[in-house]
């Protein structure tokens, strides 16, 4: 989160003195603005407010009809959530390579089709955008699904459409940590009516069920899912921060663009898809060797991003060992559906992903600089780069 202010607290005050809190009966209808609000800022015909961003993946894999016996590919460099969230469906993720872009990669992707794979889920990891003309001609030549998780990329874009809105369905977080936040809260979106309708059903499947009005016009009938349902206090919250998107982005890519050409020659950074559409909020240096990275990490306070624990695929406990639920009936790892298709996960199945990993390091760009703030940022970077 980089903006929150008194517009915020305004529109909660406003929120609060209704008394009125619960999505449904809200009269201020601050979740249904929040949609409008994604709808048109993300030209995305069907986008859900939810809980969160984790709620979204599992709402659109549902939506997908993706379950037991099915395979989903996911890059070996992404938050646990990305992985955790196709076991929820009781489907089999696949773990590939990502490329020196520290994005999924295309060509791994292609190596890992089997005839079960039935959806993609490139990951907008740092908020640097995957390849998706070559994810989306992939995806088509084999008639699979794409979900964006664009958890970490509220806004971004790529070749001018934003990230979340290319492939079949997109998800994107609004947690604490993300570029804009109300706390906790993510969104689905999606153009695809099927998709919509049972991810609607599935995030909310009481509610919607007692609200039945719901399901008017609807083709698919009620089901068993779970309550994702957002909720007005965050919807406030995001409300005007969906309405600081797009000067926060600007912020961000203007400190790195300026940051990046002030070190031509001096640095070298991590290729890029889509310079312009990158979300700008992490400069991605990059070094020749492990430890130069580590080195040049301590000297900057950056991160290397082999050590930020969950992101990186040999951490992700709970999949690695194959302990997809509490109750054993219920875990995918041992479903009669999964037999043939359990995937052997080994610490070192992703060599390419883990050398790019150890030999890059990240700086956050920051978002409010002064033109002082930013020549100190640049000549400290310059400083702990020894030039
Ligand atoms: C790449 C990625 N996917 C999914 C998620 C899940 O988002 P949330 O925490 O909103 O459930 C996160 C959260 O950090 C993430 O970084």
């Not at 196709?86 to 791994?108: K, Y």
């Not at 001609?137 to 971004?156: K, M, P, S, T, Y």
């Not at 950074?269 to 040049?296: H, K, M, V």
Request: aromatic share 8%.
């Amino acid at each position: 989160m980089y903006r929150m202010g008194k517009e915020e607290v305004l529109e909660l005050e406003k929120l609060i003195e209704t008394k009125k809190l619960f999505k449904t009966e809200s009269v201020l209808k601050e979740s249904r603005q929040v949609e409008e609000k994604l709808g048109k800022l993300f030209d995305t015909k069907y986008p859900i407010f939810m809980t969160s961003g984790h709620a979204g993946l599992v709402s659109a894999l549902v939506g997908m009809g993706i379950g037991p016996g099915d395979e989903v590919i996911v890059p070996a460099y992404t938050y646990i959530a990305t992985a955790m969230a196709v076991v929820a469906v009781g489907a089999m993720p696949v773990i590939v390579e990502v490329n020196e872009t520290l994005t999924i990669d295309p060509e791994d992707i292609r190596k890992n089709i089997t005839p079960h794979t039935k959806a993609i889920i490139p990951v907008h990891i740092q908020g640097f955008p995957c390849d998706m003309k070559s994810i989306m001609e992939i995806a088509r030549e084999h008639n699979i699904f794409v979900l964006e998780d664009a958890c970490q990329a509220d806004g971004g874009h790529f070749q001018g459409k934003r990230l979340g809105t290319i492939g079949d369905a997109g998800a994107l977080s609004f947690n604490y940590y993300k570029i804009v936040s109300s706390g906790e809260g993510g969104a689905l979106l999606t153009d695809s009516r099927e998709i919509y309708e049972r991810a609607l059903i599935y995030h909310d499947s009481s509610a919607v069920a007692f609200f039945g009005d719901q399901l008017n016009g609807f083709s698919t009938k009620e089901f068993c899912g779970h309550e994702f349902r957002s909720n007005e206090l965050c919807a406030a919250v995001m409300n005007i921060q969906l309405d600081r998107l797009d000067s926060i982005l600007k912020s961000l890519r203007d400190s790195k663009k300026y940051i990046m050409d002030s070190l031509k020659g001096i640095a070298k950074f991590a290729p890029s898809n889509d310079i312009e559409g990158d979300c700008g909020t992490t400069l991605a240096f990059r070094f020749d060797t492990a430890e130069e990275a580590e080195q040049f990490a301590q000297n900057i306070g950056g991160t290397v991003p082999i050590n930020t624990g969950k992101h990186v695929y040999r951490n992700w406990t709970a999949i690695m060992e194959k302990r997809g639920a509490f109750n054993p009936l219920m875990d995918p790892f041992k479903m009669e559906a999964n037999r043939d298709i359990v995937p052997d996960y080994r610490p070192d199945m992703c060599p390419k992903t883990l050398d790019y990993l150890s030999k890059v390091v990240y700086v956050g760009t920051g978002c409010d600089h002064t033109p002082e703030s930013l020549e100190r940022k640049l000549a400290d970077i310059k400083k702990a780069l020894g030039k």
